[in-house]
């Protein structure tokens, strides 16, 4: 690993106390501030929110002062909707050359044997939030899934 990547990897790891506490309140409060009651169980069940959350932001049309907030509750929202489903946990990704390295990334997913699995919920969540309007979620958290079950099955 080159000293760039190293001093990337320390600072991300050094962040990663401060983001994952900062984003179990941030989801809870983001699910409530929409309407979705009770808020907090999304902390556990993650995918009974999903059809609620996609009805919610369907047809909301994204000012660009607002992008940001709502890139990282959707982040949020993806990360924990994987790691419930599998099994697996947040981490930062410290692997060299891998197309996640430095990120924060759901992955080490009991559900699978590849231990090297992992999804980038900042990634699924952009391409979510760039979504014209009807937006779906859905179809790109089914289409994430078959990407894991693809690399699943291969290995």
Same mark, same amino acid.
């Given at each position: 690993?080159?000293?760039?990547?190293?001093?990337?990897?320390?600072?991300?790891?050094?962040?990663?106390?401060?983001?994952?506490?900062?984003?179990?309140?941030?989801?809870?409060?983001?699910?409530?501030?929409?309407?979705?009651?009770?808020?907090?169980? %999304?902390?556990?069940?993650?995918?009974?929110?999903?059809?609620?959350?996609?009805?919610?932001?369907?047809?909301?049309?994204?000012?660009?002062?607002?992008?940001?907030?709502?890139?990282?509750?959707?982040?949020?929202?993806?990360?924990?909707?994987?790691?419930?489903?599998?099994?697996?946990?947040?981490?930062?990704?410290?692997?060299?050359?891998?197309?996640?390295?430095?990120?924060?990334?759901?992955?080490?997913?009991?559900?699978?044997?590849?231990?090297?699995?992992?999804?980038?919920?900042?990634? %699924?969540?952009?391409?979510?939030?760039?979504?014209?309007?009807?937006?779906?979620?859905?179809?790109?958290?089914?289409?994430?899934?078959?990407?894991?079950?693809?690399?699943?099955?291969?290995?």
């Amino acid at each position: 690993m080159s000293f760039q990547e190293d001093a990337l990897i320390e600072s991300r790891k050094a962040d990663f106390g401060q983001f994952y506490q900062e984003l179990l309140p941030a989801l809870v409060e983001f699910i409530d501030g929409i309407g979705i009651k009770p808020a907090h169980t %999304v902390l556990t069940q993650a995918d009974q929110y999903l059809p609620y959350l996609e009805l919610a932001l369907r047809e909301m049309t994204v000012a660009e002062e607002d992008r940001s907030w709502l890139l990282t509750r959707m982040m949020y929202f993806i990360g924990e909707y994987f790691a419930q489903k599998h099994g697996g946990c947040w981490y930062v990704n410290d692997i060299p050359g891998s197309r996640f390295f430095g990120r924060y990334v759901v992955g080490k997913f009991a559900g699978f044997s590849n231990q090297n699995l992992m999804v980038d919920p900042a990634e %699924v969540a952009q391409a979510y939030v760039d979504t014209a309007v009807p937006r779906q979620l859905s179809p790109l958290l089914s289409e994430v899934e078959a990407g894991l079950n693809a690399i699943a099955s291969s290995a």
